[in-house]
Structures are given as structure tokens and as C-alpha cells.
């Protein structure tokens, strides 16, 4: 078996005399696996090969994978590196600093050695162990995607998918994998961290080389060694928060709402710290109450706490007011209302506001209001009362967008 020895201990001290290996001169991964050999990521077999061209197993890449997020000092001690753990989300840093606070770097001596490499990528969310029954078999190269997917929307942010996917789509084999490995794959290629073959294949169905494994690595932990993909350089690209904490990339359909999600920060700030940004939402909250209540939910049901929300669909072309109709409602948002409609509108924004207002008026005296659509300079606006009977939608979506 390989010596894959995350870490030896003090006898493994920067003066030890390493083995050279004799199988990997000339190799194209030669420079990225003598960097990790002397990293102490790993070593080479008892007879001083590497064999760069044989299968990598799920357990070896995951230490590797966590290893590649450390240092070591020249006292033996590693540690994880300061970009890692500021990379993580506020609930991965305590998962880190906290649970895994004793965590030694090393290597299970009773029981299944690689087990604590696994809890960690798993609690970290980088791995779900359900999807490798078997971490001693050998890994294909749709599953690397999926770990380089979860690890980059823990540590990252995600590409907007569908433009990771028309960029993916050219590759030979890209539609032979399942529509769940699409996605990973896409990501992967996208970012530049895995590469298609000569061929113009990716490898659907192939294993993962011990060689590839390392050049792998290289480039999640280190931007500058991506490939390059031709990407269209559009300008309208955002990266912004999601629900979870963690960050992904929007493309948005036109400078227009580009401008708008901008507008939607600063809307935001009206409210001093009582809003939540979230993708292309903001939540506008009647206190620091209502917000702590609505950011510490755990339920799957649909429990409103915010009193408006301003949105963007860039898929849809479409903008968005919501409000619920409540005592003080208009009182504390009409300023980050105005603010989001008053950009959108320019010189019709009178007749908007008279339009909500209008609404807004008779939703509160408990009037009846029809689904409608209303024209308001540039855009058709659907006007739409929840079942709730307080609760009122503006879609908003140009004519000729």
C-alpha cells in the first residue's frame, strides 16, 4: 500500500533526508507532486516509486484535499493556513475552531485510518458521505467535480450555473453524464480546476490518476494555477450572497438590473442594520427582532417575518415589490422603496407610487383587489393580492427587455 502519510510526527522533521522518487522525471505532474511530497502531504511507495499514473481512492483524495488547506511549521507543527479559515463561513469556522479544535492532522491508529479526514470534509459540508458508500474505491472523475463543487461553494462561490453550463456544454462526453454530475462538472471546468482531455472528452466514467489528484489540488488551493477557459467577458457579473451564508455568481441580463442590485445595497442601508440581503432579495424588517427571528428560523414552512422585500429575477427579466400590510409598514420602507422603484421608473416613478399607493390604500381597508396588469412608462406592472388578504406583489417587467 502507498505511504499516504498526511503527517509522520516529529521523526518526519524538515532535516530528515527525503527519498527521491524514481518514477516521476519528466512527468507533467512532477513539479506538483514534489511540492506536496515536501509539504509532507504524502509520500511516495516503500521502493521509492509514486506511480503517478494509478488510481487515487475517495479517502486518500479527501486528506489530501483538507491537508492541501495547512502549513507546516519548522517545528513539525501544521496548522490550517489563515486564507482557509477566513474563506469559511461563520458557522464552518466555529465547526473548525470549536468541534475540531483538537483535530491533529493525523491519521486514525485504531479503527479506519482515514476517519478523521472524512468527519471533517463532511461536517464542513465539502463531502456528503451518502455519496461514497466506499471510500476505498477508486474515485471517477465526475465525483472529484463534486467534491471540487461543495468544497468551492464552502470556501468560494459557485459560477452562475447556467452560464457554467453552456461553457461546459461543448465537451464531448458532457451529456453522457447524469443532469446532478452536469452541474459539478460544469462548475469544475468553469473555475478551471478540471480540464477536458487531447480528445475533447472530459473523462465521464474514468478514474482519477494519483497524478491528476495532485494537479487537482494545485488549482483549488491555488488560483493562479487554473486553466484558463474562454469565458465571454460581458460585465454583468455579480457575486452575491446566498441563503446558506455561502457565495455564488449571477449573471445578470442587462446593465439595467445590474445597476438595480446595486441600488438594492444601498436601499438597504436606509433601514440602518434592518435588512437582509439575500441572492437577489432584500428583506426589510420592522426591528432586530423580527430579523434575528427570520435569520434563526429552522422550519421549511414559509414564516414571513419581513414587512417588504425588494427582488430581482434576472432569469426572468423581472423586478419585484412585496409588501405586507401592517400598522407602520410604510412609515419605516417607503424611503428604500421609492429608492429601488425611483431607479427603475426615472420620470414614471410618480405614477408608480401612485399606483402603490392606490393598492396599498385598499388592501387596507380590507377592499378587494383584482390581479391586474397596469402600464407604467417602460414596463407592465401585475399587481397581485396573496390569499393572506395583506399581503401585495408588483411584478415589474419591461416591455421590450
Known amino acids: 500500500m502507498a505511504l499516504w502519510v498526511g503527517l509522520a510526527g516529529s521523526a518526519m522533521a524538515a532535516s530528515a533526508e527525503k527519498l527521491a522518487l524514481t518514477d516521476i522525471k519528466g512527468h507533467w505532474a ?23 499514473d494509478e488510481p487515487v ?26 486564507e482557509f479559515v477566513n474563506s469559511l463561513s461563520a458557522l464552518n469556522k466555529s465547526i473548525l475552531q470549536q468541534d475540531y479544535r483538537s483535530f491533529d492532522f493525523k491519521p486514525s491508529t485504531a479503527g479506519y485510518w482515514a476517519k478523521p479526514y472524512i468527519d471533517l470534509s463532511s461536517d464542513l459540508q465539502f463531502i456528503n458521505k451518502s455519496t461514497f458508500p466506499d471510500f476505498k474505491a477508486k474515485l471517477k472523475r465526475e465525483q472529484v467535480a463534486e467534491i471540487i463543487y461543495y468544497t468551492i461553494k464552502e470556501t468560494e462561490y ?14 464531448g462526453d458532457f451529456q453522457s453524464a447524469k443532469p446532478r454530475e452536469q ?7 468553469t473555475k478551471g480546476i478540471m480540464e477536458g482531455y487531447p480528445n475533447g472528452y472530459f473523462g465521464v ?5 494519483r497524478a491528476e489528484s495532485l494537479a487537482i489540488l494545485d488549482r483549488i488551493i491555488h488560483k493562479d494555477k487554473r486553466v484558463s477557459v474562454n469565458k465571454a467577458n460581458s460585465g454583468l457579473e455579480k457575486i452575491v450572497p446566498t441563503k446558506d451564508g455561502s457565495y455564488k455568481k449571477l449573471i ?20 440602518g442594520t434592518n435588512y437582509d440581503l439575500e441572492e437577489t432579495t432584500l428583506k426589510l424588517y420592522k426591528d432586530a427582532d423580527a430579523k434575528a427571528k427570520d435569520l434563526s428560523k429552522s422550519s421549511i414552512q414559509p414564516q414571513h417575518t419581513e414587512e417588504a422585500s425588494l427582488w430581482l429575477e434576472p432569469e426572468y427579466k423581472t423586478y419585484g415589490v412585496t409588501v405586507r400590510v401592517q400598522d407602520g409598514m410604510l412609515a419605516r420602507n417607503k424611503e428604500a422603496i421609492q429608492a429601488f422603484t425611483n431607479y427603475l421608473f426615472t420620470y ?11 393598492v396599498y390604500n385598499q388592501v387596507s381597508r380590507k377592499q378587494p383587489v383584482e390581479t391586474q396588469t397596469v402600464q407604467v412608462g417602460d ?23
Open 30 to 52: 512532477e513539479p506538483a507532486i514534489t511540492k506536496l511530497v515536501d509539504q509532507g502531504i504524502l509520500d511516495g511507495f516503500p521502493d521509492g516509486t509514486f506511480r503517478p
Open 57 to 82: 481512492t475517495a479517502d486518500q483524495f479527501v486528506k489530501m484535499l483538507l491537508l492541501s488547506y495547512t502549513q507546516v511549521y519548522p517545528n513539525g507543527e501544521r496548522k490550517w493556513t489563515d
Open 158 to 171: 459557485l459560477e452562475n450555473e447556467q452560464y457554467s453550463l453552456a461553457t461546459a456544454g461543448p465537451i
Open 183 to 189: 452541474k459539478f462538472i460544469a462548475e469544475a471546468f
Open 205 to 209: 466514467g474514468r478514474d482519477v490518476t
Open 252 to 271: 445578470f441580463p442587462d446593465r439595467k438590473m445590474l445597476g438595480a442590485y446595486d441600488v438594492l445595497q444601498e436601499a438597504g442601508k436606509l433601514r
Open 348 to 358: 414614471d416613478a410618480i405614477a408608480f407610487d401612485d399606483l402603490f399607493n392606490q
Open 379 to 401: 414596463y407592465a406592472v401585475e399587481v397581485h393580492v396573496e390569499n393572506d388578504g395583506e399581503t401585495i406583489v408588483f411584478s415589474i417587467i419591461e416591455k421590450n427587455g
